[in-house]
């Protein structure tokens, strides 16, 4: 276990207040990634610094990036946060089950905006959804305060040194960058077979396919496995058939 292994990944954060808290947060809980997507404030600016307290390294050697799926290469399974049930074919999992996860592998946790957390599409890329049970009737916490639960929990995970279940450790787990090459494969091989149709369905077909990889927790072995499949079955035009008749 490592606490260099997690990630704090903020997409589209609005205000700058809370990616200085966020900063302030990660370096409170001993990690030091954080990773913003798309913020709307320029970054880093002094508003930033100053909430960020004596986080300002987190802020210095933070990574930015305009889109998610570049930002997901180096992460292995990541959890999207969300304050709402999304009632789609995607594991969802709850603050006690993070006792479950690998922390040998590279963890990502997804946080929304705060004018409209996470979309669909967004919540495509990941493994799993997790909630952080509130009141009913005032379900939305600020982004900070969400980041500071997730972070005091897995820190005490990692610090008490519990072992979690995974599979053999002469199995190694396909990294988010070989699931995505994979992935690129298999949609382009689709697109050359003129299989997104009618066009206006097509971003809910990939969000489908995505979410179906995605959940998998495939193995290095499977992902290449997959890749030469896909690639050779692509070239007699036989994938397209057997998918229309799913």
């Known amino acids: 276990m490592s606490f260099s292994n997690i990630y704090f990944i903020l997409h589209k954060p609005q205000l700058s ?8 947060a990660i370096k ?3 990690f030091d990634k954080l990773v913003l997507i798309n913020p709307k404030p320029s970054f880093p600016n002094d508003k930033i610094m100053a909430t960020s307290v004596g986080a300002k390294d987190i802020i210095k050697k933070s990574k930015v990036f305009d889109n998610l799926e570049p930002a997901l290469n180096k992460i292995d399974y990541l959890i999207a946060t969300t304050s709402r049930f999304r009632n789609k074919n995607i594991n969802h999992t709850q603050l006690k089950d993070l006792k479950k996860i ?3 592998k590279k963890i990502g946790f997804l946080f929304g905006s705060e004018a409209s957390g996470l979309s669909n599409n967004e919540i495509s890329y990941a493994n799993c959804t997790m909630q ?13 305060h969400s980041l500071i639960i997730v972070a005091q929990i897995v820190y005490n995970l990692i610090n008490s040194d519990i072992k979690n279940y995974s599979k053999s450790q ?8 070989q699931i995505q090459s994979m992935l690129k494969l298999c949609i382009k091989n689709l697109e050359d077979q003129k299989f997104f149709k009618p066009k206006e369905k097509k971003p809910i077909m990939l969000e489908n ?6 959940r998998m927790e495939l193995s290095e072995k499977e992902t290449r496995i997959l890749s030469s499949v896909f690639a050779n079955l692509s070239k007699k035009g036989w994938l397209t058939n057997q ?4």
Not at 170 to 177: D, L, R
Not at 209 to 214: E, G, K, M, S, T
């Open 102 to 104: 690998d922390y040998k």
């Open 243 to 246: 998918m229309l008749s799913l």
């Open 132 to 144: 952080i049970p509130t009141n009913n009737n005032f379900k939305s916490l600020n982004l900070s």
């Open 28 to 30: 409170n809980f001993n």
């Open 170 to 177: 002469k199995i190694s787990p396909a990294s988010k960058k």
């Open 209 to 214: 396919l995505r979410n179906i990889f995605y």
């Open 17 to 24: 207040e809370n990616i200085g808290a966020c900063a302030r």
